[in-house]
C-alpha cells in the first residue's frame, strides 16, 4: 500500500488540497511560523513535479482564505510576499513544464503589486496544458457564492436573464473555478477533519482524505496514500449503484 513507485488509474482528474499545519510543522521545530510556510511552498512544489505521474490534471491548492486576514498582520504580510516572490522564482519552471497557473479568490483585493505579478503569471502560461495549478488566494467558498449570486442578479435586473434560466449550471460558470470539472478528491493535512470556507459549492461530491500529516511533511508516499484510499471509494452521486 505504501509503495511510493505504485501507478494509480482510477479516475481522479481533480485534486483539492487544503495545505494546513504550516505552523504547527514549525512549531514542532522550535521554528517561527515563516518557516513553516516556507517549506510549505516546497511540499507543493513536490506535488506539482509528481502528480502528472498519477494522471492528476488540476491541482487547486488553498493558500490563503479570506479569514486567514485576521492573523497578525506580520503573518499576513509574510505570506503576500512569499506568494510574489515563489511565483517570480518558479513562473520559468512552471511554464516550461507546461503548467498552466490559474489564480481564484477576490483577487482585486490583494496588494497592487502582487496582482501584477499573478495576471503576468496567469497570461503567460494560458496556454499551457500538462497541468492547471489553481491556487485559492483570498478565497472563501461564501464569499465566492456571494459573488455569483451578485453577478446573476445583476444580469437579472439588466434584463438579460430570466429567473427561469437559473440552474446549477448557470450558477457554476459564475464560480471562479468556471470551465473546471469539481475536485474528485480534497485532502487536507494537518488532522482538521473541515472545510473551512474550501470549494463549498464545487466539493458537493468530493471524496474527502483527511491525514494529521503536517503540509510541508506531505510527500509522494502520503499523496499514494490519499489515492489509495480514493481508489476503493464507491461514488454513487446519490444513485444507488457506482458511476
Ligand atoms: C496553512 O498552515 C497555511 C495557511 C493557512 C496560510 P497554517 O498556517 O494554518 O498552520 P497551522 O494550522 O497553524 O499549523
Ligand atoms: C485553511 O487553513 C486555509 C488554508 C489552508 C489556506 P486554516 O488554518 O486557515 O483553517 P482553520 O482556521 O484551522 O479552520
Ligand atoms: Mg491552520
Redesign the pocket.
Known sequence: MNDPTVRFNAALHHLGVI???????AQQRGLP?SA??QA?VQALKRLVSFAGEYNIRIITAF???TE?WHRPSSEVNF?MRLLAETIAKEIDELAEKGVHLRFIGRLHELPKDLIRTLDGAMARTAANDQLVLNVALNYGGRAEIVDAVRKIADLVQRGQLALDDIGEELVARQMTTEGLPDPDLIIRT?GEHRLSNFLLWQSAYAELWVTST??PDFDRRELVRALMAYQVRKRRFGRIHEI
Open positions: 495545505m494546513d499545519g504550516n505552523g504547527r510543522w511560523r513553516g510556510h510549505g493558500a490563503f482564505s486567514n505570506l494537518g503536517y503540509w
